[in-house]
């Protein structure tokens, strides 16, 4: 099983700041099945990058993602106010899904 | 468009079944292109994969929680089922339905999810 830690688990910024979170996998994770998300209070996760690097529908272009092998990246270039929340990373590999244990990223 | 309904007991008491149901709307479960899975939430916790089924029926189950879980598919009345089996308060959690993509785009990631049903386990 492929475990995925992300860090920081809590990122303190401020609105127009760039924020840059990671997710590691214990073992190498294909590119095109590695995603992110996005969940705030009370409400069902969101999709916002998939294949590592594609926008899902409607997400807005300040969200990028990045990496490959063990090693992807989120980045929101500038953060607006409906950005801070919790984000997750997930990998599909050999049948089974994994989450990371978020990243909460605060004002 | 296409929904995702969760329905079920909202309290279960321990070493009982958890059973819930989700309900698709919108479209037909019986999409070869995609699975449709499970995830639950403990309270201020993490995500949790739980399992997935395809509408012929195929699953895959998190190894962790194989034991005690059961995913089934009824494509008459576009639905699929989760059944946890002697549950105990670790099993507290929101539980969500979402559909994942396995031809296409967004390839093995959750794009549409249930808004989520919190079920408590207590006696």
């Known amino acids: 099983e492929i475990v995925l830690t992300q860090s920081p688990g809590t990122l303190s910024l401020s609105p127009g700041e760039r924020a840059t979170l990671s997710c590691r996998a214990s073992q190498s994770v294909s590119s095109s099945y590695l995603a992110w998300y996005q969940q705030k209070p009370g409400q069902a996760p969101r999709l916002l990058i998939y294949g590592a690097s594609s926008r899902a529908t409607g997400i807005p272009d300040r969200f990028s993602g990045s990496g490959s092998g063990t090693d992807f990246t989120l980045t929101i270039s500038r953060l607006e106010p409906e950005d801070f929340a919790v984000y997750y990373c997930?990998?599909?590999?050999?049948?089974?899904?994994?989450f990371g244990g978020g990243t909460k990223v605060e004002i | 468009q296409l929904q995702l309904q969760e329905s079920g007991p909202g309290l279960v008491k321990p070493s009982e079944t958890l059973s819930l149901t989700c309900t698709v709307s919108g479209g037909s479960i019986s999409s070869s292109s995609y699975y449709w899975g499970w995830i639950r939430q403990p309270p201020g916790k993490g995500l949790e994969w739980i399992g997935s089924?395809?509408?012929?029926?195929?699953?895959y189950y998190n190894p962790s929680l194989k034991s005690r879980v059961t995913i089934s598919v009824d494509t008459s009345k576009n639905q699929f089922s989760l059944k946890l089996s002697s549950v105990t308060a670790a099993d507290t959690a929101v539980y969500y339905c979402a559909r994942i993509s396995r031809y296409f785009d967004p390839l093995w990631a959750f794009d549409i999810w249930g808004q989520g049903t919190m079920v408590t386990v207590s006696s």
């Open positions: 997930q990998q599909y590999g050999s049948s089974l899904i994994t």
């Open positions: 089924i395809y509408y012929s029926g195929s699953t």
